[in-house]
């Protein structure tokens, strides 16, 4: 999954969320140097890939873009996924999208000096385009598309997987919500699990 999924999956800590967001450039057993909550977001985050690479549901939706974009092909799965969840939220969270993802960039402000240096130097850029917002769109999304592609230095060519999207979007919304049910119940025993005798 990518940012919103795993912000949102985080039982509403900030720092189980910051540790969840960042977990991605955490390697190894360096995770023990952060605090517990911290810690609990960073494992969690691992659970959650795992569980997602593994699913049924999810391969469906990979194997569809599998010929043409080979092993980027579940990044542009886990980008697609998060805006069904942007397009979709009021189905899944109370807290208006707007409000969510701007309570969350003060979190990353406030924990700053938590965060890798890779994420230091997104988080403006981040929160000047307002990536988590975007992504409800076809055109936000198309952005981040983009932006991924440039990453790769153009060989992924992810640019393009928007008209996927558009072709099939029904079936990746359909897929999307039929993973996302099991990953919500997944998480929410897996941070019980992590978290029993931990204090923020």
């Known amino acids: 999954m990518n940012y919103l999924a795993h912000i949102y999956l985080s039982g509403g800590n900030d720092l189980v969320t910051i540790g969840n967001f960042m977990a991605d450039g955490i390697k190894g057993k360096t995770y023990t140097t952060y605090p517990p909550a911290v810690q609990t977001g960073i494992l969690l ?3 959650i890939d795992t569980f997602t690479d593994a699913h049924p549901t999810v391969r469906q939706s990979t194997k ?25 939220w009021k189905h899944y969270c109370d807290t208006p999208l707007e409000l969510y993802v701007a309570t969350f960039y003060k979190a990353l402000e406030t924990h700053y000096t938590l965060l890798p240096k ?9 929160i000047a385009d307002n990536w988590l917002l975007s992504y409800a769109s076809i055109e936000g999304i198309t952005k981040v598309l983009e932006g991924v592609n440039r990453r790769t230095k153009y060989r992924s060519g992810m640019d393009k997987a928007v008209h996927e999207l558009e072709t099939h979007y029904k079936a990746f919304e359909s897929e999307f919500t039929q993973f996302f049910e099991a990953l919500s119940h997944f998480s929410e025993q897996k941070l019980v699990e992590l978290t029993p005798n931990e204090t923020p």
């Open 45 to 47: 985050h691992r659970h």
């Open 64 to 88: 569809r873009l599998h010929e043409k974009y080979g092993h980027y092909a579940g990044v542009i799965v886990d980008i697609l996924y998060d805006h069904f969840l942007a397009k979709n």
């Open 118 to 126: 890779r994420i230091q130097h997104m988080m403006p850029f981040m």
